[in-house]
């Protein structure tokens, strides 16, 4: 089962699921899944560093986790699981937080956007992100985590502490690459081209769902914020025709180079029209399949308990490694 290399990558469950996570995360993990030992988890140790209502927050993450299987990740191939099942990422966070600097955490992109937003709420959960990120990928030896751009930084910090804590120890951990798809690694909002599409956007126009209905897909592109020229080229200067371009790419598998000879001249409202077509056609059989999961929860919550058993017993192996590493007595056995 191990024999191949590692692949370790996450969502919080906030939000929506959009097609900035499909483009930029899943797509990549089903694209390459069959090349690695894969797992996949629902990270909601993660998305409480925001207040989360508990009623809410505990439907969604089940919602999500029906949005992985219906995506195509196979949890017969895969391990997918809820983070918070698996107590090893927290007690590896606690020993890994002893070997990062307080400096380098508070140097991360998004900890300083969201110490900003969270003002009334900078709790030491939003700093300390990054390490029990670190801990979920160390935990499993990963040697590669796809994601989307705006993980690279917080992927660097976890190779620096791997890295930090093999130099002490011997080696220990496995230092993971980042993966970044060659396209799609930011997909933009399409309120603003400027802005990456988010999750938690409140203009509910800015992301698409990878389960929204076909009519509102189409609503939401129509309305897509481009420029007042009326060709279809990929320049800097057109992020939001750039941004389309890139959407209707991935969906389809046609290169950029090809769809702008196809819409060249076809006008905006045709190329907005075809863009939203694929997606909901790229979607469909999702939305179809996440339909039919959540009428069965207890088959979700019977995989999510198989998955989060298989993640345990890998978690400890690393995490008993590291104990007697540092210096822990190791438990007594009391028989
Ligand atoms: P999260 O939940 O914000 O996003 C999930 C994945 O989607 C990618 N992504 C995007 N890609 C392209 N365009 C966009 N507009 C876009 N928005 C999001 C993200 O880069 C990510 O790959 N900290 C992580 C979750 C995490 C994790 C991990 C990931 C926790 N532990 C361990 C990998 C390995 C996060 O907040 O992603």
């Not at 959009?18 to 993990?29: Q, V």
């Not at 110490?115 to 040697?143: C, R």
């Amino acid at each position: 089962m191990e024999k191949k290399p590692v692949l370790y990558s996450g969502i919080q469950p906030t939000g929506i699921l959009t097609i900035g996570n499909f483009i930029g995360a899943i797509n990549n993990w089903l694209k390459i899944q069959e090349d690695y030992f894969s797992i996949y988890s629902i990270v909601d140790l993660h998305a409480i560093t925001v207040r989360q209502d508990p009623i809410e927050y505990r439907s969604r993450a089940l919602s999500f986790y029906a949005q992985y299987i219906a995506c195509g990740l196979d949890p017969e191939k895969s391990i997918l699981y809820f983070q918070s099942h698996v107590h090893q990422h927290a007690e590896l966070t606690w020993i890994l937080n002893c070997y990062s600097y307080l400096g380098e955490l508070r140097r991360m992109t998004q900890y300083k956007e969201k110490s900003k937003k969270n003002a009334d709420n900078l709790n030491v959960g939003l700093l300390d992100y990054p390490v029990l990120m670190a801990a979920d990928i160390l935990l499993y030896q990963a040697s590669v985590v796809p994601v989307g751009i705006d993980q690279k930084q917080h992927l660097e910090l976890a190779r620096d502490i791997a890295d930090r804590f093999n130099n002490i120890y011997g080696q220990t951990f496995t230092i993971p690459e980042v993966y970044l798809g060659k396209q799609g690694n930011k997909i933009f909002s399409l309120q603003d081209p400027f802005a990456k599409m988010s999750k938690s956007d409140p203009n509910p126009d800015a992301a698409v769902s990878i389960i929204e209905s076909p009519d509102s897909i189409a609503r939401k592109f129509k309305r897509a914020v481009t420029d007042s020229e009326s060709v279809v080229e990929y320049r800097e200067d057109k992020p939001g025709i750039s941004n389309l371009l890139v959407i209707l790419s991935s969906m389809t598998d046609k290169s950029i180079d090809t769809l702008v000879k196809e819409y060249h001249d076809a006008g905006y409202k045709k190329f907005k029209e075809d863009v939203a077509e694929a997606v909901i056609e790229k979607l469909r059989p999702v939305r179809e399949d996440y339909e039919r999961l959540m009428k069965d929860k207890a088959y979700l919550l019977n995989i999510a308990g198989q998955g989060a058993s298989r993640a345990a017993a890998l978690a400890e192996r690393t995490l008993a490694k590291v104990k007697k590493k540092i210096g822990l007595i190791e438990r007594p056995s009391l028989n």
